[in-house]
């Protein structure tokens, strides 16, 4: 029996590592050569992923968070596909819908089949993949190593036809990459080893600022932060700050900030303006203000467009905001309580042990500028696998003591 309880578990292990390496893949595109190289890995690894599964099935274990999980998910996805016949956004919708729906399911059930979801010798694999990721970047070309160093974003400025200068994309990939070293930092023992994790955890840092994605950027040094002056004992927070604090120091001392535009878009957020966002955050809270069917049963997927005669890519770019023209504004308040519950139990409970915690963290805060829900699988996988956990605790306190 034991034999078969480490199989799973590495069956489990195989599964999320493959999944998590699928839905990140793509981020970091800077060449065409990575281009084609990203398509292949997520090919590989989605198939990989489906095996896994079809092989934790045989032997799957029923329980409460995987049916709160899904079930949630299969109830609201269905009412906002429904409610956007009704209303006429399907159409658009339906292109990105098909495969946020099967990939959903699939990280809900790999999420409800093990806890921690995401262990540290999981983790430690994800920090390598990343890590060989940014390896063929510089052997592809599309990261030049100067002060400071730059990415070459060809394959964005071919698919936009126009000079692309930054990418939301590699500073969310690299920032992901940033939060599994922060969870690694303080699930270690060993203050030698806090300390050279600090390393990659720097690197990756550097990385998602030269990417130029301020909110992903930041959203990933906030929670590191978070990682080094709360979670860490102190006798591994005082070096990790001295070190963190003289190669910060040192890397500003011989660059110019301004070449870094992460900076310069930064300022403008300083001005006062956050560009379209502005405009577009107006137009979504109007349309809750103003049209009372979406704010009380919500309007389906994709109407926000579908109203204002707006491209697919014009979403509101708050997905909590979206959510509730989606589904009304009761059901994703209730919705997004249990999610918040899940995920405080999880990071009280398991957050030396489980990763997750801090990815969902991570993109769940992404969420709130950027992306859509018809789209953001990893945002989707973690609100209703903590809707599951947060269910599962309010309505059985004692069996989850």
């Not at 093990?114 to 999981?122: A, F, G, I, M």
């Not at 070096?239 to 963190?244: D, L, S, V």
């Amino acid at each position: 029996m034991s034999g078969l309880r480490l199989n799973r578990r590495s069956i489990h292990s195989i599964a999320i590592i493959a999944l998590l390496i699928s839905v990140t893949v793509a981020l970091p595109l800077t060449t065409s050569e990575l281009r084609t190289l990203s398509v292949q890995t997520r090919g590989l690894t989605l198939g990989l992923t489906a095996l896994a599964v079809g092989l934790l099935v045989l032997s799957a274990r029923g329980n409460r968070v995987m049916l709160f999980s899904m079930g949630a998910f299969v109830v609201l996805f269905v009412y906002g596909m429904v409610m956007a016949t009704v209303m006429g956004g399907l159409t658009t919708a339906m292109s990105d819908l098909p495969t946020t729906i099967l990939i959903a399911l699939l990280g809900l059930f790999i999420a409800s089949q093990r806890t921690p979801v995401v262990t540290r010798s999981d983790a430690q694999i994800l920090v390598l993949y990343i890590a060989t990721f940014l390896l063929a970047t510089l052997a592809l070309g599309g990261l030049i190593l100067s002060l400071p160093p730059y990415f070459v974003f060809q394959a964005q400025s071919d698919w936009h036809g126009s000079s692309v200068s930054y990418s939301q994309g590699v500073s969310k990939f690299f920032g992901f990459g940033l939060v599994l070293c922060g969870f690694l930092l303080q699930a270690e023992r060993s203050v030698k080893l806090q300390i050279l994790l600090l390393f990659p955890s720097l690197t990756f840092l550097l990385l998602a600022f030269v990417g130029g994605g301020r909110g992903d950027a930041l959203t990933a040094l906030i929670i590191f932060l978070f990682v080094v002056m709360i979670r860490l004992p102190l006798k591994a927070k005082i070096p990790a700050i001295i070190i963190i604090v003289m190669l910060t120091g040192l890397f500003v001392r011989n660059i110019n900030l301004d070449d870094l535009v992460i900076f310069r878009r930064l300022s403008i957020i300083l001005e006062g303006s956050a560009g379209a966002r502005d405009e577009i955050y107006a137009e979504a809270i109007g349309m809750l203000a103003d049209k009372v069917q979406c704010a009380v049963i919500g309007c389906g997927f994709d109407y926000f467009q579908f109203a204002l005669q707006q491209d697919v890519g014009r979403y509101p770019h708050n997905q909590l905001i979206e959510s509730m023209i989606v589904w009304g504004i009761p059901l994703t308040l209730v919705t997004m309580s249990y999610t918040v519950i899940g995920l405080y139990k999880s990071f009280r409970e398991d957050g030396r042990n489980d990763a997750f915690p801090f990815i969902a963290l991570f993109f769940f805060f992404i969420a709130m500028k950027s992306g859509s829900v018809v789209s953001s699988w990893l945002f989707v996988i973690s609100v209703f696998h903590y809707f599951g956990v947060g269910l599962d605790r309010a309505l059985f306190p004692r069996q989850n003591q």
